[in-house]
Nanobody
Framework: QVQLVESGGGLVQAGGSLRLACAAS????????IGWFRQRPGKEREFVAA????????SYLDSLKGRFTISTDNAKNTVYLQMNSLKPEDTAVYYC??????????????????WGQGTQVTVSS
């Protein structure tokens, strides 16, 4: 069992930055890779980025490369998503999720077993 808790969402002006955090707990969370997904208003949930705890594998949605950065703090059992140069179209509920390492692919939300409750990010124009 893995528990995930997101934090760091909020309201920001276009061009601003936010850092989201995903705190993981549970006996086996180190066996899981962590992904960030988002669900924009009226759209399906989509992949944003993913990382393994060793940071040996990192992937991003191509359109977000250069603006978003995913990282880990193993001492805090936390995965971060640094979001810079935010745009109104980045407005969404952001979720972190856990996928057993070696299972499926990083960008397929169906391959993730555990999900956090989500955190709202709103970017004003």
């Amino acid at each position: 069992q893995v528990q995930l808790v997101e934090s760091g969402g909020g309201l920001v002006q276009a061009g601003g930055s936010l850092r989201l955090a995903c705190a993981a707990s549970g006996r086996t969370f180190s066996s899981y890779a962590i992904g960030w997904f988002r669900q924009r208003p009226g759209k399906e949930r989509e992949f944003v980025a993913a990382i393994t705890w060793s940071a040996s594998s990192i992937s991003y949605l191509d359109s977000l490369k250069g603006r978003f950065t995913i990282s880990t703090d193993n001492a805090k059992n936390t995965v971060y998503l640094q979001m810079n140069s935010l745009k109104p179209e980045d407005t969404a509920v952001y979720y972190c999720a856990a996928r057993r390492i070696g299972k499926g692919t990083a960008w397929n939300l169906g391959d993730y077993d555990y999900w956090g409750q989500g955190t709202q990010v709103t970017v004003s124009s």
